[in-house]
């Protein structure tokens, strides 16, 4: 077959590496080496190749003695770096898992002798070519890069395949890899290990070189091994035992000849390399040094000796040898280096395997995400979730939009898409009991057929999640959580009932799919909605915070009173698989305006309702909130409560939540940006808070802000300073409630 | 690692939660406690290097708690 390399086209046989026809074309030259430019060739036949570096195709560094010749392989030589480029086409990579009673790394004498020994169910891993065994899963061409906790082994098969590999026990037959020697020019093309010259044929004009064999250790450290230094074959090899961790053969040293003796060559230490892949010398080791560092370790960080993409496979040994002669002492004096995974480079996509691009992280969306779509809504992530943000007309930029939306919204009705609230079913005999016990407001006075606004604090009594509950019978609530916390609120549920409290009988079921849920918000809401359904929507039949069973457009639906915006608003959930229907029939009847997540935020800010993880972050106690409303102090208990009388908590400079106007009211401020008193002290500035929501309000007619302020409440009407970029800009503390603080708009249209 | 969930046998750490110490009860009467046995609840655990007993919740399997003794060394689990 044909094959060319750095241009020139070469006659190549079947099974054979591209080192090894290279060598037979005559070819022991033809690469640099990667900082000083000298010319390099083939200097060994396995994966401890420094010199031989190759592009082939899509792979920027692979080794040419691990390249097995396809018809037509272009190669190009690699000056020690690979550069990176996107990919000619997607590479598709698979991963594998497996599990065996023994898996055996290495196919060699020992290998095939352990793995023939049996023991159950075996796996025989052997980074190059390997001939079937009889009763043994054999992975050729697989190389066992990783051992990890629990006996995991990472294994790549042929660049492709990632297999990940549970084993009871593993026998490591990694073997021993031959040692250059020190000699003047010892970097020379033609320059090879006496074992790959011997393997090529003797080819001639090569010259081979030993300085004995090192045993590959790196996976016996990676399991946690010991190693000790072994005079004979003047190299470490490992020490100890480990649990399930073996090693058979030369990598324990066993078997391997006698090294030679070893002594610093004469000649110009700057011309006898240690590390071909680093242009690493005798010289450098001296000056690691001269400059007093002693152990391995540290002469590896000075002279970047064993940091080349073969991590010292040829040059680790012979530089702790050098180190020990120019320090006179023995060299198991002077440590090893840590071996870590990968043994071998991987490429990222190979670990990535197929879980990239739409299958790197699952996509939910709710029933009536395909209408969303068609009305040309711009979504936003909210966890998992694809949530419109907003809907924009045609011509129309997301400000225009927002600010229609909120219009509508407070001067006439909305509709939103609310499915993607977590929805938590807790039934049982003692689920009020639970909720008492979870939220910090009463839940158990709450009348069937009522729902009520709860706030969960964790024990050190900072804000976890908000929500509302209903109460759908004695021993039935449904409690709703924000759209990303709720897997985290079912598991702290759980969490309490298994490991505190297991004497309550309660159950509990995530039912957040099984619902599919609208808001209908506005002043002309119950206008809207009323010819729709057969529900009373009108103030004394449907009081706020009721909740209501009936149909609305023809589909079974609980309809509740609940408000995220201040307006009057219903909140209609039906069957998920009829949310679509329910959706369309709204659309249909006309008036309503659909809006996203944008205007739900700039409406929920106007009236200061915090949204969890954005107005807060873990730091924030309900009292900074301004809702201590919201903390019972009735019950005798309930988590968190016992926090609240901490010193800390109850510091008069907590940060506190209030509104903010920018002296300009068009100044849009920042998310996030940093609040303080008097910008023109000299630095450090003392920051007195920052912003947490900031929006353009279509009510008010101008720019606002929330934000966490130190003793906030305490400084409404101060003017205080968010420095900018290029900027300072000034801005007045308000009380946090912007608009209706009355909630006169909670029943509708005001008389 | 390799946690051996009670209830489903031998998983892989990925399918589970960590959960911090064990044996630290949730006080059973949190307001008799003064600031400083509140705080110590709240904030205050073991961190030894060696054998610790330790929670673990099978997050994605059936979800229940449980203790194990791990050494925090090695990462074998001893019961």
């Given amino acids: 077959m044909r094959f060319s390399f750095a241009g020139v086209e070469y006659e190549g046989r079947e099974g054979e590496t591209l080192a090894a026809a290279l060598v037979r074309n005559g070819v022991l030259g033809g690469f640099r080496s990667p900082y000083r430019d000298r010319p390099r060739g083939v200097f060994s036949d396995g994966e401890e190749e420094p010199n031989a570096l190759v592009r082939v195709g899509d792979e920027p560094l692979a080794r040419a003695t691990l390249v097995e010749l396809e018809e037509g392989l272009v190669a190009e030589p690699v000056a020690g770096k690979g550069r990176l480029e996107p990919p000619r086409r997607e590479r598709r990579y698979d991963s594998m898992h497996a599990h065996c009673d023994v898996l055996v790394v290495g196919a060699g004498p020992a290998g095939r002798a352990a793995a023939a020994a049996g023991g159950g169910d075996v796996i025989l891993a052997e980074l190059g070519r390997c001939a079937p065994l009889d009763g043994v899963r054999v992975l050729e061409r697989t190389a066992v890069v990783g051992l990890y906790d629990g006996?995991?082994?990472?294994?790549?098969?042929?660049?492709?395949?990632?297999?990940?590999?549970?084993?009871?026990?593993?026998?490591?037959?990694?073997?021993?890899?031959?040692?250059?020697?020190?000699?003047?020019?010892?970097?020379?093309?033609?320059?090879?290990?006496?074992?790959?010259?011997?393997?090529?044929?003797?080819?001639?004009?090569?010259?081979?070189?030993?300085?004995?064999?090192?045993?590959?250790?790196?996976?016996?450290?990676?399991?946690?091994?010991?190693?000790?230094?072994?005079?004979?074959?003047?190299?470490?090899?490992?020490?100890?035992?480990?649990?399930?961790?073996?090693?058979?053969?030369?990598?324990?040293?066993?078997?391997?000849?006698?090294?030679?003796?070893?002594?610093?060559?004469?000649?110009?230490?700057?011309?006898?390399?240690?590390?071909?892949?680093?242009?690493?010398?005798?010289?450098?080791?001296?000056?690691?040094?001269?400059?007093?560092?002693?152990?391995?370790?540290?002469?590896?960080?000075?002279?970047?000796?064993?940091?080349?993409?073969?991590?010292?496979?040829?040059?680790?040994?012979?530089?702790?040898?050098?180190?020990?002669?120019?320090?006179?002492?023995?060299?198991?004096?002077?440590?090893?280096?840590?071996?870590?995974?990968?043994?071998?480079?991987?490429?990222?996509?190979?670990?990535?395997?197929?879980?990239?691009?739409?299958?790197?992280?699952?996509?939910?969306?709710?029933?009536?995400?395909?209408?969303?779509?068609?009305?040309?809504?711009?979504?936003?992530?909210?966890?998992?979730?694809?949530?419109?943000?907003?809907?924009?007309?045609?011509?129309?930029?997301?400000?225009?939009?927002?600010?229609?939306?909120?219009?509508?919204?407070?001067?006439?009705?909305?509709?939103?898409?609310?499915?993607?609230?977590?929805?938590?079913?807790?039934?049982?005999?003692?689920?009020?009991?639970?909720?008492?016990?979870?939220?910090?407001?009463?839940?158990?006075?709450?009348?069937?057929?009522?729902?009520?606004?709860?706030?969960?604090?964790?024990?050190?009594?900072?804000?976890?999640?908000?929500?509302?509950?209903?109460?759908?019978?004695?021993?039935r609530f449904l409690c709703t959580t924000t759209t990303g916390n709720a897997a985290a609120v079912l598991a702290w549920m759980e969490e309490w009932l298994q490991t505190e409290w297991p004497e309550l009988r309660v159950w509990l079921a995530s039912v957040t799919e099984q619902w599919a849920a609208v808001a209908v918000a506005g002043p002309d809401a119950r206008e809207f909605l009323q010819p729709l359904t057969g529900v009373a929507l009108d103030a004394a039949s449907f009081p706020f915070m009721a909740i209501r069973e009936g149909e609305v457009v023809g589909i079974p639906a609980r309809v509740c009173r609940v408000s995220f915006s201040g307006e009057l608003a219903f909140e209609v959930w039906v069957d998920g698989r009829r949310g679509h229907e329910l959706w369309r029939a709204l659309e249909g009847a006309g008036g309503a305006t659909p809006y996203g997540t944008e205007a739900m935020h700039v409406l929920r800010a106007e009236k200061a309702y915090p949204i969890v993880g954005q107005d807060t972050d873990g730091t924030v106690t309900p009292q900074d909130l301004g809702m201590d409303w919201v903390v019972s102090k009735k019950k005798g208990h309930f988590v968190g409560k016992r926090s609240f009388d901490r010193p800390d908590t109850s510091r008069a400079d907590r940060k506190q939540l209030v509104a903010v106007l920018p002296a300009d009211p068009d100044e849009l401020l920042p998310e996030g940006a940093q609040l303080v008193a008097d910008p023109d002290v000299p630095p450090p500035v003392p920051m007195l808070g920052h912003v947490t929501s900031s929006y353009r309000s279509a009510a008010l007619g101008r720019t606002f802000a929330l934000a966490l302020v130190r003793g906030g409440r305490g400084r409404v009407g101060e003017t205080v300073h968010a420095p900018l970029e290029d900027r300072v800009v000034p801005a007045v503390l308000a009380e946090p409630v912007l608009y209706d603080p009355e909630g006169r708009r909670r029943d509708g249209r005001p008389a | 690692m390799l946690i051996p969930c009670p209830w489903c046998g031998e998983r892989d750490e990925l399918e589970f939660s960590y959960g911090g110490e064990a044996g630290v009860p949730y006080p059973a009467d949190p307001a008799a406690l003064t600031d400083g046995e509140w705080a110590a609840y709240l904030f205050v655990r073991a961190n030894p290097k060696g054998p610790f007993r330790e929670r673990w919740v099978h997050a994605h399997g059936c979800r229940r708690w449980f203790d194990l003794t791990r050494d925090t060394a090695t990462h074998e689990i001893l019961g």
């Fill in chain 1, 151 to 475: 006996n995991l082994a990472v294994a790549v098969e042929r660049g492709r395949r990632l297999w990940r590999i549970r084993a009871r026990r593993i026998v490591l037959a990694t073997g021993a890899v031959e040692r250059p020697t020190l000699f003047e020019d010892n970097d020379r093309p033609g320059v090879m290990l006496a074992g790959a010259f011997k393997r090529y044929g003797r080819p001639a004009g090569a010259t081979p070189v030993s300085g004995g064999f090192t045993p590959r250790v790196q996976l016996w450290r990676q399991a946690g091994g010991r190693l000790r230094w072994d005079d004979r074959v003047g190299a470490p090899v490992p020490d100890g035992e480990l649990r399930a961790v073996a090693c058979a053969g030369s990598v324990t040293g066993e078997g391997l000849p006698d090294a030679p003796p070893f002594a610093l060559p004469d000649g110009e230490e700057g011309r006898i390399f240690v590390d071909l892949e680093r242009d690493a010398t005798v010289a450098d080791v001296r000056r690691a040094v001269a400059a007093g560092l002693r152990s391995v370790e540290h002469v590896k960080r000075y002279t970047t000796i064993g940091t080349g993409p073969g991590q010292g496979r040829t040059s680790g040994v012979l530089a702790t040898r050098v180190a020990a002669e120019l320090l006179g002492v023995h060299p198991g004096e002077l440590g090893t280096t840590t071996a870590r995974p990968p043994y071998l480079p991987v490429p990222f996509a190979l670990l990535a395997g197929r879980n990239r691009g739409p299958l790197f992280d699952p996509v939910r969306v709710t029933p009536l995400h395909e209408r969303h779509v068609e009305l040309g809504a711009v979504f936003e992530d909210v966890g998992q979730w694809k949530r419109p943000r907003y809907y924009p007309r045609s011509g129309e930029e997301m400000d225009a939009a927002v600010l229609r939306e909120c219009a509508a919204v407070r001067e006439r009705v909305g509709m939103q898409d609310v499915s993607t609230l977590g929805k938590i079913d807790v039934q049982g005999p003692d689920a009020a009991e639970l909720l008492d016990r979870l939220y910090t407001n009463l839940i158990s006075t709450l009348p069937v057929g009522m729902c009520r606004y709860g706030v969960m604090c964790r024990a050190d009594g900072m804000v976890f999640d908000d929500g509302v509950v209903m109460r759908l019978g004695e021993g």
